[in-house]
C-alpha cells in the first residue's frame, strides 16, 4: 500500500505503482463508443498513462490538456488519461477541449486501479484513482512511474517527458 495526501490529509492506495524497468500489468480499459481500449493493441508504441480522479477536476482537467499539447510532439507515443469516469465524459470533455492527441481509457468496470495500485482506498474520493503517471516502452517496460504526493497537484510533465528519451 503506498500513501499519497488530499489536500494534506493523508489517502491510502491499493498498493504501489509498477516499479521503473519492471513490466507493467497488463490492462484493459474502456475507450470511446464502449469499446475495449487494451495494453495488447497498443504495444509497439510508447504509452504514457495520465492516471486522476476525474476529468471535472480543475487539476485533472489541466493535466489532460497538457499531456495532449506534450503528445503533438512525440513520435510513436500514445497517451492515454485513465480515470473511473465514464467514456462518454472524457469523450465530451476532449471533444469540447479539442483535444485530439490522447486516448480516453475508463475503468468504471475494471480492475486497473487495483492492478497499477492506485485505487483509493479511503479519503474524499475513495473509490477513484490517485493522480499518478506510469510511462511505458513499446515493450510494456516501465520508464518512470510517479505517484503524485499530493492529489490536488499537477504531475512532474517534464520527467514523464524526459523518460521518453
Same mark, same amino acid.
Given at each position: ?6 489536500? =494534506?490529509?493523508?489517502?491510502? %492506495? /491499493?498498493? *504501489? @505503482? ?8 497488463? $490492462?484493459?480499459? !474502456?475507450?470511446? =463508443?464502449?469499446?475495449?481500449? %487494451? /495494453?495488447? *493493441? @497498443? ?8 492516471? $486522476?480522479?476525474? !476529468?471535472?477536476? =480543475? ?20 497517451? !492515454? ?85
Amino acid at each position: 500500500m503506498a500513501t499519497t495526501a488530499m489536500k =494534506g490529509n493523508p489517502v491510502n %492506495t /491499493s498498493g *504501489e @505503482l509498477p516499479t521503473t524497468g519492471s513490466t507493467a500489468p497488463s $490492462f484493459t480499459l !474502456v475507450g470511446e =463508443g464502449l469499446a475495449p481500449l %487494451t /495494453s495488447d *493493441e @497498443l504495444k509497439g508504441q510508447r504509452i504514457v498513462l495520465n492516471i $486522476f480522479p476525474s !476529468v471535472d477536476t =480543475g487539476v485533472c482537467a489541466t493535466s489532460v490538456r497538457k499531456f495532449n499539447e506534450l503528445a503533438s510532439g512525440l513520435d510513436n507515443t500514445v497517451v !492515454v488519461n485513465v480515470s473511473k469516469d465514464l467514456p462518454f465524459a472524457q469523450a465530451r470533455f476532449c471533444g469540447a477541449e479539442g483535444l485530439d492527441k490522447v486516448k480516453v481509457g475508463s475503468d468504471f468496470r475494471g480492475s486497473f486501479g487495483t492492478d497499477y495500485g492506485v485505487l483509493q482506498l479511503d479519503g474524499p474520493l475513495e473509490g477513484l484513482l490517485a493522480r499518478a503517471v506510469v510511462v511505458l516502452d513499446e515493450q510494456g517496460t516501465v520508464l518512470h512511474s510517479q505517484l503524485v504526493p499530493e492529489i490536488t497537484t499537477e504531475p512532474d510533465y517534464d520527467a514523464a517527458i524526459a523518460a521518453l528519451g
